[in-house]
């Protein structure tokens, strides 16, 4: 078994990949990874989104009702952040699983996992039918879906970047990135539909059920998809190799601690952004400015449209240019917009929500594009689902998960949205931090690992 010291992980190669050095991959198959990748994460997003959507305009009246209607947001964003909260147990649990049986059959349970909470959340009676029993199955429920959505970002970021050339990461691994807008975008519209279709009465009765149940449906096509893949070229050369970690949790933070840190502070900004234009901007739009929940909706829509296009150009940008740029000169962008969006937005409310939220959300394209291949490139191969999985669900609790609820205590104790911008721009002054401490790409790791699992395979007579 071939040892990797901490020198060997970080050695840089100045001798140019041989051009065998990676393992031939169809192109077929790389556009399989790619639509695996992106199609299990807005199924899962989706899944994940309709609670968002729902914390904000539905569960404050059904699960959580108080006499103040803020109160009541403030409670359904709390149970909207343990689904962040959980992400490390699926981030510990799933992450060094991937690093061991592999990328593809960890994708597998983190997707019917998720497709069978949402699907209970559907079908879960309210506070009027049973009490204080309500909430709780609901905390349980969202932290389930929180564990399989802390398993299955590090997969699936790895299921297209490792079947991609390393020199084309960032627009490879953008297929997962672009599962987050393409969920929120089919939850939201679901939510607009059955308001546009149903009365509110109807709407709150058992619309809002409608768009959780039809998940299994999408769960479904997401599992026949990924069942036809087969596992990376990288983790099929590590088990040909018999080099699987035995304890990726314990090696990656013996060997690889900074850069353990570099990918969590790097992910903190995007994630509050990603909260304040998609979450909290219902609430304060809604309770706020008085205005139709169908327009905020809208507003947020058209952003996610923009972001699926937006978001794999960012990682191709990212290529070209030095990642880190890209995501930096975005994260001071996204600092500044705060400010500008809240201040313009009580100058004409309608008009500023459906121009500011698809402009906060290109800023947090330009951060989340590069983010998958900033953060995978930061891990050796070896340990790159341990390393990714990590960073993703830990940046979620400090970052995504208390956001919301943070923005609606910031907003209840001071009567401003001054504070709210003030704590989006020190989140992204802190993953500025992140990609200072962070490393460049690397392609040579990848060439030369894979190298020398090819030197080790036995020559066929003939080839």
């Not at 997003?45 to 309709?50: C, K, S, T």
């Not at 506070?127 to 905390?139: D, E, M, N, R, S």
Request: proline letters at 5%; charged letters at 15%; aromatic letters at 12%.
């Amino acid at each position: 078994m071939t040892c990797f010291t901490n020198e060997r992980l970080f050695e840089v190669s100045s001798t140019p990949s041989p051009a065998n050095a990676k393992p031939e991959v169809s192109k077929k198959d790389l556009y399989k990874a790619f639509v695996a990748s992106l199609s299990g994460t807005t199924l899962e997003w989706y899944d994940f989104a309709i609670y968002s959507a729902a914390a904000a305009i539905v569960f404050p009246q059904l699960f959580f009702p108080t006499d103040d209607p803020m109160t009541g947001v403030l409670l359904a964003f709390s149970t909207y952040a343990v689904g962040y909260i959980s992400r490390p147990v699926g981030g510990i649990v799933f992450g060094r699983l991937g690093d061991r049986v592999g990328r593809k059959n960890i994708l597998v349970w983190t997707l019917i996992l998720i497709g069978i909470a949402t699907v209970l959340i559907g079908l879960l009676p309210t506070y009027a039918q049973i009490g204080v029993a309500a909430p709780i199955i609901l905390v349980l429920l969202r932290f389930a879906q929180g564990v399989g959505v802390g398993g299955e970002w590090g997969g699936a970021v790895l299921l297209s970047g490792e079947y991609g050339e390393p020199e084309r990461r960032g627009f490879w691994s953008s297929a997962a990135q672009i599962g987050p807008p393409a969920g929120n975008l089919l939850a939201n519209g679901a939510f607009a539909l059955l308001s546009l279709v149903l009365t509110n009465d109807q709407f709150m009765a058992w619309g809002w059920r409608v768009a959780f149940l039809v998940s299994a449906l999408l769960v479904a096509f997401g599992l026949w998809i990924r069942l036809k893949l087969e596992d990376t070229p990288v983790f099929r050369a590590v088990e040909e190799s018999g080099d699987k970690p035995e304890k990726p949790i314990t090696e990656l933070l013996k060997t690889q601690p900074k850069q353990l840190l570099s990918a969590v502070l790097s992910r903190i900004g995007p994630d509050v952004t990603y909260a304040l234009f998609t979450v909290f901007t219902l609430a304060y739009g809604t309770l706020v400015l008085d205005l139709e929940r169908t327009m905020v909706l809208s507003a947020v829509m058209i952003g996610s449209v923009f972001q699926l296009v937006l978001i794999p150009l960012a990682g191709h940008i990212s290529d070209k240019i030095n990642r880190r740029w890209v995501y930096g000169v975005s994260a001071v962008a996204a600092a500044t917009w705060g400010f500008i969006f809240f201040l313009l937005l009580h100058t004409n409310p309608t008009l500023w929500m459906y121009v500011g939220i698809p402009i906060g959300l290109f800023f947090h394209s330009f951060m989340y594009g590069p983010q998958a291949a900033f953060v995978i490139e930061q891990f050796h191969p070896r340990l790159r689902y341990t390393g990714a999985s990590l960073a993703y669900t830990i940046a979620g609790v400090l970052g995504g998960a208390i956001a919301p609820a943070m923005f609606t205590l910031l907003l209840n104790k001071t009567g401003t949205w001054v504070f709210v911008a003030l704590y989006l721009a020190v989140a992204c002054c802190v993953t500025i931090i992140g990609l200072v401490m962070g490393r460049d790409n690397n392609v040579e790791e990848d060439h030369e690992y894979l190298e020398s699992i090819n030197k080790t395979r036995p020559v066929i007579a003939g080839n």
